[in-house]
């Protein structure tokens, strides 16, 4: 929860179009991070290649109107 809190903040502040790459050493990263993405509107890009040490690293694109989530719940839709 706390990654996905930090991520929404994060990329509040990042323009539309904007490319982030998200190291993530949580094992649910793989399947949270996509879902994330399309409950948000964010695109989720995929994997990222090395060089990224031992976690594993996933590459998303900033929306330019992405859909709001509940301020305590990030995995929630904003009612």
Do not use: F, K, N
């Amino acid at each position: 929860m706390r990654l996905l809190l930090e991520l929404r903040s994060e990329l509040a502040t990042l323009p539309a179009g904007t490319i982030v790459h998200l190291i993530a050493s949580d094992p649910a990263a793989p399947l949270d991070q996509p879902a994330w993405c399309h409950l948000t509107g964010h695109a989720y890009l995929g994997l990222v290649p090395p060089p990224y040490g031992d976690a594993p690293a996933y590459a998303l694109r900033v929306a330019a109107a992405p859909r709001a989530t509940a301020p305590d719940s990030p995995w929630r839709p904003q009612a």
